[in-house]
Structures are given as C-alpha cells and as structure tokens.
C-alpha cells in the first residue's frame, strides 16, 4: 500500500489588533496585489482569528501563525512563535 503523504500546513506572518478574548486574537495579514488590468500593486488585508494557548501576544506583535484544524466557528490558526513585540 501506498504510505499517505500530508500536505504541509500554510504559515501566515501578521500583525495583532485584538486580544481582548481568552485564548484567541486576531491578526492582520497584510499582502500585495498587482491590479490585473492597471498593473498597480494594491495592499490587501486579511483578519484571521487565532487561536493563542497562553494568552501571552499583545496588540501590536508580529507573530507566525500556522494553519490547523477549526478549533471554533471562526479560528483555523494557531500561533506558533511571536517575532517581534510592540515597543
């Protein structure tokens, strides 16, 4: 039998903006996007809710977040390391 290879799980690098929940926060993902028919490039940002076991990121962190399985409703990420802190 042929041994079932997992895909590898999508990181996401973004900012906080709220962590007024327990166990949770969400972080902005800030991406560019060139413009299919002007050619500009325009930044696009997406809230994603993540799930934070210790309650240990502040607004303003820069943290690594990785794709995981729903944990609620809305949260489908977990933090995996937090890269920077707000000063």
Do not use: Q
């Amino acid at each position: 039998m042929e041994a079932t290879v997992r895909n590898l799980r999508k990181e996401r690098i973004g900012k906080v903006v709220s962590n007024k929940m327990d166990k949770s926060c969400v972080i902005t993902v800030v991406r560019k996007v060139k413009h299919e028919k002007y050619g500009k490039f325009m930044t696009k940002t997406t809230k994603l809710m993540v799930h934070d076991e210790t309650n240990d990121v502040g607004i303003g962190d820069t943290i690594r977040v990785m794709e995981t399985r729903p944990l609620s409703k809305n949260k489908r990420w977990r933090v995996v390391e937090i890269l920077e802190r707000a000063k």
